[in-house]
């Protein structure tokens, strides 16, 4: 019989031979990926433990389906369901450009408080990808997911909030600015960077990693994204103490060599970090990093080694977790069987991981590196690769299984 994933009281996850997990299928492409990756993590667990382990999984409704079902985009028993289940997978949701819908994805990170995005970026070959040396791209990005402009709070030019707003800056605060101004306000919170920074360096010490890089505009916004930097340095030695070391320190009492059992923690410019990790990607490991700069700097690692669509993500807060494929809805490709599974596939090999099922996470990952290798790819790669074979959604989520069960 399936049964909840519970916490203990210190902090520690209890998870279920037979866990119940949630899962929303998602809008566009979602109905396409979901199966594939399903049954691939399903085969994963089976052979990797023996049938000693399975998963139940439990739909829940959000985005068009849920609209279709009873006029809510999100409904409290969504959100309510996987907050009691405390793990969940997730498809892509649409959200409208400009005025009208919230992204439902900030909502639910926002309502569960999953205020960790974390999007692991390496290359599988022969995945066709811009740069020469793709290899060289192996970074984990934290994202704080709760604050900074995605807090969502925003006022429309010339409304009566902006006009408000606005007096109050020209008589209380000495800022000139056109009336006609949208006005937006931008929180960063000591206690919500240093969170997240703290599991950052966390994930760097479980995980064998050498570098935490602060990516901030902190020379411009000196007390929103300059505070993220300081207090992102404060946290990494208020929880690691000497295990962490400073670049600094680095070079001038180790010769540039990092001890064992150390963690460097340094700070880069944003715009510097977009021009390292193309020119010199093997000097970044982990970037943590506020809201709208994770956004970026994740998509755009993507892009280096070929694609959203190999992409997996993670949305973890204390209590639950998201693990979600990371690019759009594809409407244009929706119910033709053609869009990449992967995303969704890799990013529920994070959430076998985050169960404590980490030899099921590593087969899947080992699967699809063999699958993207095999000869046999979906439309997107097999346009840019030459002596391939174009294959379904469903076929090449078949030859991962396939894969798995052949190295299990």
């Not at 995303?343 to 991981?353: P, Q, T, V």
Request: glycine share 10%; net charge negative.
């Amino acid at each position: 019989m399936s049964e909840q994933i519970a916490i203990d009281t210190d902090g520690t996850w209890v998870v279920p031979d037979n866990p119940k997990i949630a899962f929303i299928q998602g809008d566009g492409i979602g109905a396409d990926i979901w199966p594939g990756a399903r049954m691939v993590l399903d085969a994963a667990v089976a052979a990797v433990f023996r049938q000693q382990k399975k998963i139940d999984w439990v739909p829940v409704l959000a985005g068009e389906d849920s609209f279709r079902h009873n006029g809510q985009r999100l409904p409290a028993e969504t959100l309510e369901t996987i907050q009691a289940f405390k793990v969940a997978m997730k498809g892509p949701l649409a959200t409208p450009v400009g005025g009208g819908i919230r992204s439902l994805n900030v909502q639910i990170r926002r309502h569960l408080d999953l205020y960790a995005c974390i999007r692991p970026v390496q290359y599988y070959p022969p995945v066709p990808s811009p740069m020469t040396h793709p290899e060289k791209v192996d970074m984990v990005v934290f994202r704080e997911n709760t604050e900074d402009v995605y807090a969502g709070i925003e006022w429309e030019s010339c409304s009566s909030g902006s006009r408000q707003l606005m007096h109050l800056l020209r008589t209380h605060l000495d800022c000139d600015l056109p009336d006609s101004c949208a006005l937006g306000l931008k929180p960063i919170s000591p206690e919500k960077s240093k969170r997240l920074v703290k599991k950052a360096c966390e994930y760097a010490f479980e995980n064998n990693r050498k570098t935490v890089t602060l990516m901030h505009k902190g020379n411009i916004m000196k007390f929103t994204e300059g505070g993220f930097c300081r207090w992102g340095y404060e946290a990494a030695f208020e929880h690691f103490g000497d295990k962490m070391i400073t670049e600094k320190k680095l070079y001038e009492t180790h010769e540039g060599i990092i001890p064992e059992g150390h963690v460097v923690i340094r700070d880069r410019i944003a715009d510097m970090v977009f021009a390292d990790v193309l020119l010199k990607p093997e000097q970044y490991d982990i970037i943590a990093c506020p809201n709208l700069n994770g956004d970026y700097i994740s998509d755009a690692l993507a892009a280096q080694v070929g694609g959203l669509g190999i992409a997996p993500g993670a949305n973890i807060g204390q209590t639950c977790a998201v693990f979600e494929a990371t690019h759009g809805t594809a409407p244009d490709i929706a119910g033709k069987d053609m869009a990449n599974p992967c995303s969704m596939i890799l990013s529920g090999a994070m959430m076998l991981d985050h169960l404590g099922w980490q030899a099921a996470g590593d087969a899947v990952r080992q699967a699809v590196g063999r699958a993207l290798a095999g000869g046999c790819v979906t439309p997107d790669l097999a346009a840019r690769l030459s002596g391939v074979e174009e294959v379904s959604c469903s076929r090449f989520s078949e030859i991962i299984k396939q894969s798995l069960l052949a190295g299990a």
